[in-house]
């Protein structure tokens, strides 16, 4: 039977998943796999369908559907890739200004809810995320995903959980933010 614990949190994650899948954006954006891949090409510039779509946990097919309707979008363009055969992916300026609309849409709304803890509070949220997540990556492919939606900026400069037991890591310490 499901505890409590269990259940906040199941909640908390439909909170953020609702707000997240909420935002105002424009019907090339609307749907969450399409605001996941945009910003899982701005995170990987030049990288392959296939790198993508394994990021944002995709068939082959539904990664060039999505990246079809990023293009017809003007946000992404297609540019020849390493070997000639394939396609590189990078933002287009409306792109990359959409990318950042949505991240910061995401990071008022992260800190709105981590607001509401005091300073003590917040120590112990944080390192138990780090548990947490340290413990729930699988491999390479799993931390890809995880992070899709992440401005993994701030995260690897101060030890990644997810990134670090991908790399076979110990499990980072809490930041000193």
């Keep these: 039977m499901t505890q409590r614990t269990e259940n906040l949190l199941g909640v908390l994650a439909v909170?953020?998943?609702?707000?997240?899948?909420g935002q105002d954006t424009p019907p090339a954006l609307a749907g969450a796999t399409a605001r996941a891949m945009l910003n899982a090409?701005?995170?990987?510039?030049?990288?392959?369908?296939?790198?993508?779509?394994?990021?944002?946990?995709?068939?082959?097919?539904?990664?060039v559907r999505a990246v079809a309707g990023l293009v017809d979008a003007g946000?992404?363009?297609?540019?020849?890739?390493?070997?000639?055969r394939s396609v590189a992916l990078v933002l287009t300026a409306a792109g990359k200004r959409e990318m950042n609309r949505v991240r910061s849409a995401r990071d008022?709304?992260?800190?709105?809810?981590?607001?509401?803890?005091?300073d003590h509070e917040r120590v112990a949220f944080?390192?138990?995320?780090?548990?947490?997540?340290?413990e729930e990556t699988r491999d390479p492919a799993h931390a890809m995903q995880l992070c899709r939606f992440c401005d993994?900026?701030?995260?690897?400069?101060?030890?990644?959980?997810?990134?670090?037991?991908?790399?076979?890591?110990?499990?980072?310490?809490r930041s000193a933010s």
């Design 15 to 21: 909170l953020v998943t609702d707000e997240m899948n």
């Design 41 to 63: 090409i701005g995170q990987y510039p030049d990288s392959s369908i296939e790198v993508l779509r394994e990021a944002v946990d995709l068939s082959h097919p539904a990664a």
């Design 75 to 84: 946000l992404v363009e297609k540019k020849t890739g390493d070997d000639r």
């Design 108 to 118: 008022r709304m992260l800190k709105r809810i981590v607001g509401r803890l005091d």
């Design 126 to 134: 944080e390192d138990l995320l780090i548990k947490i997540l340290w």
């Design 152 to 173: 993994d900026g701030p995260c690897l400069k101060a030890g990644c959980p997810v990134e670090c037991r991908e790399q076979g890591l110990p499990m980072p310490e």
